[in-house]
């Protein structure tokens, strides 16, 4: 760049990127400002222009410089009615302000369509950097907002297609865990009920049960039920198993929703209900005696904020996929 009327080195501005890449000013802010119907050759070199005249680096050294950076941090979240978000936005808010930011928070309701509005919508709001749980199966659209030197942190599910930060579960440990866990308990007909069949938490959770399960001859696979959003849909999918002829003597609940509507069926399965085993941490858990698997969401949320944080501070840093551990938490429902 130009040095200024003192000589000093001035920062890459919209117009630079619009001249390099050939494109009006108007052009330049529409492709960073992930509006869809940017032609993807202008886009391409449009970020191609942003990555080589360092916007990005030098628009976070700006704000950095300015400590205008002391604004917010946005969080997107899946569905504000899963209480793991709110343990989420509650730990992230306690990092970030020890820095002096607040925290805004979004709902995507796991619809990928609005989860592109509201990321674009907090980017437009001058949100310094985003925290997302995403719904998306392909995160390149966030490449725009990368490009106009805001940091993206994946949370809870990794990045896909796109370079940037992330921090999850190891949640195939999660399902390997259950498995061995139920396994030693005698059990030989384990059901799962899961979550959106899309999501790479399920996923992920399956495949683990398969690692154990799949050598056993163990039917599983045929007790396998997903796409239990909510409760009531977790409640109907456990009454439909525990109504067959040979029913499962365990049921692994795929998140505290999922729990919920497992343990409301189960009041009705019988003199021998079948033992129970949820994903997630639920405070009641504990006073039901149900079983659990999880990871220390807390830990999770303080990660994120500090990844976000020291990639305001530092563009260049190596790109960090944080996989946090889970353990398992024995009692009465699996005894």
Known sequence: M?????????????AHVAARAGVSLKTASRALGGESHVKQETLARVLEAARALDYQRNAAASLLASRRLADSIGLVTGDFTNPFYSALAQAIED???????????????????QERRVAHDLADRQTKALLVVSSMQDHSDYAALQARGIPVVFVDRPASGIEADSVVFDDRESGRLAARHLSAGGHRRIAFIGDYSW?????????GLGDVLDATGDTWRRLLRTDAHDVEAARTHAAELLALPDPPTAIVAGNNRILLGVLEARRNAGAV????LGFDAPEWAEVLGISVIAGDVEAMGRRAARLALMRLSDRSRSIENAVLPVRLTARASTR
């Open 273 to 276: 209900p079948p033992a129970v």
């Open 2 to 14: 130009e040095a200024d009327a003192d000589g000093a080195r001035s920062r890459t501005t919209l």
């Open 199 to 207: 999501l790479p938490t399920h996923r992920e959770r399956v495949a």
């Open 95 to 113: 990092e970030i302000r020890t820095e002096g930011m607040h925290l805004s928070v979004a709902n995507a309701r796991e619809s990928a369509v």
